[in-house]
């Protein structure tokens, strides 16, 4: 065998070897970085605020507005049925926020006044007449809350706790739309009606309690209080129609609670 190809074959040998060398340190350094990475895995997945999920859903409510005066009770239809839908996620496993919108559709109510009675800003009504009111009513409640959950049966029933605030919006109207006189189809009803729209930002508390029935929903109870004490408005004069001689009024909710049950879907 010369020389040459004996050198060849020294040199096709050390080359498999180093390249043998370097695939194993290949292996070894894939496999570390591998564990890394299953290890990294797992500690995210681990990780709370990867375990809890978003969560959306939709509340049905029911609630009795009350206010100061009984002049608002008796004209207003006061109950109320609010609907929400709403948008969670969580900062840790069991805090988060939580972002939604309520809103209580327009409920009309009609009202027999008689004598000594009045509507708010209109005159008394003298004895043995009347007037007869067309009323309505609605609300609506965005809010942004933070909230949390405390386990009391693991992967079951929740305790729920929320504080946070509402853009608060209610309106009202009343319309005279008969007296004693008769119908009041040739008498301008522009002056014989009243509204008036009220936004303002309120805290709200929330209490309540979640029921899992899987992985993926939750039916839960919720009652919200809302300082919708702080909402109110003075029915004055008008400088004509029918308020002219009327008898001002200040309209003051009393603060209120809204009982709901919703349904929750983990996203």
């Keep these: 065998m010369s020389v040459k190809f004996k050198k060849i074959i020294f040199l096709m040998g050390l080359f498999i070897c180093c390249a043998n060398h370097k695939l194993a ?3 070894s350094r894939s496999s570390n970085e591998s564990s ?19 969560e959306i859903g939709i509340d049905i409510g029911f609630t009795n507005l009350q206010f100061y005066q009984n002049q608002g009770d008796k004209l207003l239809n006061r109950k109320q049925l609010p609907i929400s839908a709403f948008f969670g996620f969580n900062i840790t496993e069991n805090a988060g926020i939580e972002i939604g919108y309520g809103e209580a559709r327009r409920r009309h109510k009609t009202v027999t ?3 000594g009675e009045y509507a708010p800003g209109a005159i008394p009504i003298n004895r043995g007449q009347f007037q007869v009111y067309d009323t309505s009513i609605s ?24 504080v946070g605030v509402t ?14 006189r008769g119908p009041l ?4 009803r522009s002056s014989r009606t009243y509204d008036y729209t009220i936004r303002k930002n309120l805290p709200l508390v929330r209490i309540g309690s979640y029921y899992e029935l899987n992985k993926s929903f939750s039916l839960r109870f919720i009652a919200t209080w809302t300082q919708v004490s702080k909402i109110e408005e003075c029915i004055g004069i ?8 009327g008898i001002p009024i200040t309209l003051k909710n009393k603060n ?12």
């Excluded at 609300?139 to 009391?152: A, D, E, G, Q, R």
């Excluded at 008008?238 to 001689?245: M, P």
């Excluded at 609670?257 to 929750?264: D, E, F, R």
Aim: one cysteine or more; a neutral charge.
């Design 113 to 115: 006044l008689e004598g």
């Design 25 to 27: 340190m290949a292996n």
């Design 36 to 54: 890394n990475n299953d290890c990294c895995c797992r500690c995210c997945q681990e990780h709370p605020f990867l375990q809890a999920k978003p």
């Design 139 to 162: 609300t609506s409640l965005p809010y942004v809350s933070f909230k949390y959950k405390y386990p009391i049966i693991k992967d079951r029933l929740n305790l729920f706790a929320a």
């Design 256 to 267: 209120n609670v809204t009982y709901s049950l919703g349904i929750v879907y983990k996203i």
């Design 238 to 245: 008008r400088e004509n129609g029918w308020l002219t001689n």
């Design 167 to 180: 853009m608060f919006k209610l309106h009202a109207s009343w319309e005279n739309i008969e007296d004693s």
């Design 185 to 188: 189809g040739t008498i301008d």
